[in-house]
Nanobody
Framework: QVQLVESGGGLVQAGGSLRLSCAASVSAFSSYAMGWFRHAPGKEREFVGAISWSGGSRYYADSVKCRFTISRDNAKNTVYLQMSSLKHEDTAVYYC?????????????????WGQGTQVTVSS
């Protein structure tokens, strides 16, 4: 049974920073691609970023490019999302997800397991 547990969310002022973590209880964590998605009220869940199993490839949504950085520590079975220059429109529940085989990192249906989410609220 794969479990993903996000942490690090909270309330931050616009322009501030937060770092989200996602701890995975799974063997062979380093074999999986990982992604971050977010879901804001009244909107569909949207792609934020993804990282390949090795960390050698990273992908970002245009809306967060140059502000967010995704990274992973395979020794700790953890993936991170460093968020800087936060905007009010970044307010959402953030989810990490794991994919054994990932062809289209934008497609949430390609991810096999999801965490429970962590709330990020950016005050304007």
């Amino acid at each position: 049974q794969v479990q993903l547990v996000e942490s690090g969310g909270g309330l931050v002022q616009a322009g501030g920073s937060l770092r989200l973590s996602c701890a995975a209880s799974v063997s062979a964590f380093s074999s999986y691609a990982m992604g971050w998605f977010r879901h804001a009220p009244g909107k569909e869940r949207e792609f934020v970023g993804a990282i390949s199993w090795s960390g050698g490839s990273r992908y970002y949504a245009d809306s967060v490019k140059c502000r967010f950085t995704i990274s992973r520590d395979n020794a700790k079975n953890t993936v991170y999302l460093q968020m800087s220059s936060l905007k009010h429109e970044d307010t959402a529940v953030y989810y990490c997800a794991e994919a054994a085989m990932l062809d289209n990192y934008l497609d949430l249906y390609e991810y096999d397991y999801w965490g429970q989410g962590t709330q990020v609220t950016v005050s304007s």
